[in-house]
C-alpha cells in the first residue's frame, strides 16, 4: 500500500499569511494526487486534482505543486474562511490512501 | 448539479449489520466510478470501498475486506454499503464521494455523510 504523510500536523497562522503544506507518497504516484479541504463539522471539499488543477470554483489563492513522491499545497493570502483541516490523497492504486492532515488554524 | 444524499446510519451493536444508501443526482450516474470514505470521530479521512461505473468492480481496504459490500444500482442512481460484523472501530461518519470517470476515484463531488455508531 501507499503511504501518505503531511507536515506539519498543524500550524498556526494570521490572516494574510502564506501558508504551505507539504504531502509525500512512499512511492511514486506520478500526478495522482488530490488536496481536500474540511471545516469542523462539514463534509470534505475538493479543492485540487492532478496535482495542480483547481476544482471548479475553487479561488486562485489556491496553489500547489510537485510530482513522484513530495507535492505541496500553498495558500498565498490566508482568510478566515481558510482555516481548516487540509487533506492530500493518492488516487494512483488501491487502496486510495489520505494523508493525516494539516489542521490551520488562528495565531 | 451533483447531490449525494446519504442515510441507512443509526447505532448498530457490535456484531451487527447496517446497509447505507447513497441516492445521486444531476450527473450521468452509471458513468462515474463512486466510493465511500469514512471518519471516525475526532480523526481522519480513510478511504473504504470504490465501485467502477458498470459495478463489475470492485475495492475494500484491508479494514473491512470480508466485512463490507459496496455495489450500485444504476438505475436507480443509488450507492450501497452493506456493513456486517461491524466493530467499535467502525464508528465513524460515512462519506459517499464521486469519482472523476467510469474508473477514476479521485473524489470531486462529497455527500455530507450518515454516522454510524457501533456501540453496545
Known amino acids: 500500500d501507499i503511504q501518505m504523510t503531511q507536515s506539519p500536523s498543524s500550524l498556526s497562522a494570521s490572516v494574510g499569511d502564506r501558508v504551505t503544506i507539504t504531502c509525500r507518497a512512499s512511492?511514486?504516484?506520478?500526478?495522482?494526487l488530490a488536496w481536500f479541504q474540511q471545516k469542523p463539522g462539514k463534509a470534505p471539499k475538493s479543492l485540487i486534482y492532478?496535482?495542480?488543477s483547481l476544482q471548479s470554483g475553487v479561488p486562485s489563492k489556491f496553489s500547489a505543486s510537485g510530482s513522484g513522491t513530495d507535492f505541496s499545497l500553498t495558500i498565498s493570502s490566508l482568510q478566515p474562511e481558510d482555516f481548516a483541516t487540509y487533506y492530500c490523497?493518492?488516487?494512483?492504486?488501491?487502496?486510495?490512501?489520505f494523508g493525516p492532515g494539516t489542521k490551520v488554524d488562528v495565531k | 448539479e451533483v447531490q449525494l444524499l446519504e442515510s441507512g446510519g443509526g447505532l448498530v451493536e457490535p456484531g451487527g449489520s447496517l446497509k447505507l444508501s447513497c441516492a445521486a443526482s444531476?450527473?450521468?450516474?452509471?458513468?462515474?466510478?463512486m466510493s465511500w470514505v469514512r471518519q471516525a470521530p475526532g480523526k481522519g479521512l480513510e478511504w473504504v470501498s470504490g465501485?467502477?461505473?458498470?459495478?463489475?468492480?470492485?475495492y475494500h481496504a484491508d479494514s473491512v475486506k470480508g466485512r463490507f459490500t459496496i455495489s450500485r444500482d444504476n438505475s436507480k442512481s443509488t450507492l450501497y454499503l452493506q456493513m456486517n460484523s461491524l466493530r467499535a472501530e467502525d464508528t465513524a461518519v460515512y462519506y459517499c464521494?464521486?469519482?472523476?470517470?467510469?474508473?477514476?476515484?479521485?473524489?470531486?463531488?462529497w455527500g455530507h455523510g450518515t454516522l454510524v455508531t457501533v456501540s453496545s
Open positions: 464521494a464521486k469519482g472523476c470517470d467510469t474508473l477514476c476515484y479521485r473524489v470531486d463531488h
Open positions: 444531476g450527473f450521468t450516474f452509471s458513468g462515474y466510478a
Open positions: 465501485v467502477g461505473g458498470s459495478g463489475s468492480v470492485t
Open positions: 512511492q511514486d504516484i506520478n500526478n495522482y
Open positions: 492532478a496535482v495542480s
Open positions: 490523497q493518492q488516487f494512483k492504486s488501491y487502496p486510495f490512501t
